[in-house]
């Protein structure tokens, strides 16, 4: 017979098992997931601002303001730097500080290179093996760009900085290829700082919609060679102007 005097716990059954999350495990959950959150909203912030040129190349980071800024501890904030470092958007200095990492024209030109053979490999893919709905993709979002206004005074939050990102992704997005995108991604973004900087030193990138109106039509038209070609050069030209704002700055 079972005493009915027997009080079972809901996390324990017999032989001691326990089910469930003690009371210190549910806070040490709670406090990874808001650290992991404060950590990736400082890294999307910080980024950002590297990436427009609101954090200077070279620039130093001052750790006990950032903690300030967003009111967290230094873990956090230490963790989306490391973060920021493994991109090459920071560096490391001594005494465990960071400054922003600076630009080159040497750098400019390895990005370039890069992007070049990186980006061809991707545009080959996807128009070897991209189907109707990638090409409709490439169209819309052409047109969505052509039909987006420029506003250059804040370029890195302009709706026509997002819409470029995402024809050039739109191009690609065909090549079946995870990894080949993720590298795409990240060339992109190590060039688009070098844009950023450009367009507030006053640069002037010219009748880009026609580059990129060439571009998707080769791209639709499923001519390999002539749509790599097109944009390597369009990379190129974008290398070279910025290369004269660049020396002019002794960059």
């Not at 465990?96 to 545009?123: M, Y």
């Not at 995870?178 to 507030?200: N, V």
């Not at 102007?241 to 002019?248: G, M, P, S, T, Y």
């Amino acid at each position: 017979m079972i005493s009915t005097n027997i009080f079972i716990d809901n996390k324990r059954l017999a032989g001691g098992m326990v089910f469930g999350k003690t009371e210190h495990e549910e806070h040490s959950v709670s406090d990874t997931q808001t650290s992991a959150t404060l950590t990736s909203t400082i890294f999307a912030t910080l980024r950002e601002e590297i990436l427009s040129g609101a954090l200077p190349p070279d620039s130093k980071i001052n750790i006990r303001g950032l903690c300030e800024r967003f009111d967290v501890a230094f873990s956090p904030v230490r963790e989306a730097l490391n973060r920021l470092s493994s991109q090459n958007l920071v560096r490391q200095t001594d005494r465990r500080g960071f400054k922003v990492s600076p630009v080159s024209l040497t750098e400019l030109a390895d990005i370039t290179r890069a992007r070049c053979l990186v980006n061809e490999a991707a545009l080959r893919a996807s128009i070897a093996h991209g189907g109707a709905d990638w090409e409709e993709a490439v169209v819309l979002a052409f047109h969505r760009l052509l039909r987006t206004p420029r506003d250059d005074r804040s370029p890195g939050e302009s709706q026509w900085t997002l819409a470029h990102r995402q024809f050039h992704q739109s191009l690609l997005a065909g090549c079946g290829s995870d990894w080949l995108l993720a590298y795409c991604d990240h060339l992109f973004d190590a060039a688009e700082r070098y844009r950023l900087i450009g367009l507030s030193a006053g640069g002037n990138w010219g009748d880009a919609d026609a580059e990129h109106r060439a571009i998707m039509q080769a791209v639709i038209d499923r001519k390999a060679d002539e749509a790599v070609r097109l944009l390597c050069e369009h990379f190129e030209k974008t290398k070279r102007q910025l290369r004269l704002l660049l020396a002019r700055a002794g960059g």
